[in-house]
């Protein structure tokens, strides 16, 4: 498998049929051709991921995500805020958009983000059509946010795999359906829920309509030790992911930053994972913010959700 395909390289692999992993801002994508049902159903099987599970279509600009689904006027306001950006929206979707059923999940819907990492740009750019790219991890697993652990997760099933380096969000993007009379809160992830509402308005919860986003398993993110939250301090043998002052061997961040937390959150946890311990105990983290994407992540990994 080669280490530096260029995007061109890239983009040939995946017009031929392959997986390719690439470099988000957010996380490393498994990526497959959108409308290419036999592609993306090894994807699924190499992420061990359930079909009824929908996937992301990645597009290079808002030009071509209007040709896959159909934008109101708030869906168009958010693209013109916050693509490229950690930001998908999940919009009716048009005939013939390019993304075949099984990557909606057999949905009337479809969810589509314009990243804003240059490397997966350049690819996307060089395909010309949509890309699902779900997080280079197998299904359940923390998301990978370097090259190495996506490598380690999915590269077996790769044709080619592209390094970005590291994803400097960190987190999933921020899911928002707009398909109804309220826009409704899917996922928290790289976006916050403040700077949405500053464009739209205040956003509905969707517990009912999860099934459109991806990353809503009960149980999701999880290393293969157990997690213990809102841990002031570790017990024998717990690996410690701290927050703010102290001495942790992985501390999300000593400033108390919740953009750096987020960064740094899934590699951290695959750290401490990697030393085996019987634990893994997590300092606690604020709500607000990115806070609120953070404990999401954190209460799936620990199977707290559902």
């Known amino acids: 498998m080669p ?4 995007p061109s390289q890239a983009a040939a692999a995946l017009k031929a049929g392959s997986l390719v992993i690439l470099p988000t801002e957010t996380v490393y994508g498994l990526g497959a051709d959108a409308g290419d049902a036999s592609a993306v159903a090894r994807l699924f099987e190499a992420k061990g991921r359930p079909r009824f599970n929908p996937l992301i279509a990645h597009v290079a600009d808002a030009a071509a995500a209007t040709r896959i689904g159909a934008f109101d006027d708030r869906a168009q306001a958010l693209a013109a805020a916050f693509w490229p950006g950690p930001l998908t929206l999940v919009l009716p979707y048009r005939d013939g958009g390019g993304v075949c059923d099984l990557a909606r999940a057999g949905l009337e819907t479809v969810a589509l983000r314009v990243p804003a990492h240059a490397t997966a740009q350049a690819v996307l750019r060089a395909f010309g059509g949509p890309v699902v790219a779900p997080s280079a991890n197998r299904s359940g697993r923390p998301s990978p946010t370097t090259f190495h652990d996506a490598v380690e997760e999915t590269g077996f099933a790769a044709a080619a795999a592209v390094d970005g380096g590291a ?4 987190l999933e993007s921020t899911v928002v359906a707009c398909i109804g009379p309220d826009l409704q809160l899917l996922r928290p992830g790289g976006l916050d829920r403040a700077a949405i509402e500053a464009v739209v308005g205040p956003l509905a919860e969707a517990a009912a309509d999860a099934k459109r986003s991806p990353g809503r398993l009960a149980r999701h993110y999880a290393p293969s030790a157990p997690l213990r939250l809102e841990a002031v301090e570790p017990r024998a043998g717990e690996a410690y992911l701290g927050f703010g002052p102290g001495t942790a061997r992985w501390n999300l961040s000593p ?5 750096e937390a987020a960064a740094n959150l899934f590699a951290f946890l695959r750290a401490a994972d990697r030393t085996r311990p019987a634990g893994i105990a997590v300092a606690p983290i604020p ?3 990115l806070g ?4 999401d992540r954190l209460k799936r990994a620990a199977g707290f959700v559902g």
């Open 292 to 295: 609120e994407a953070i404990n």
């Open 3 to 6: 280490r530096g395909p260029t």
């Open 287 to 289: 709500r607000e913010g």
């Open 167 to 170: 994803c400097t969000v960190g």
């Open 255 to 259: 400033a108390g930053d919740l953009r």
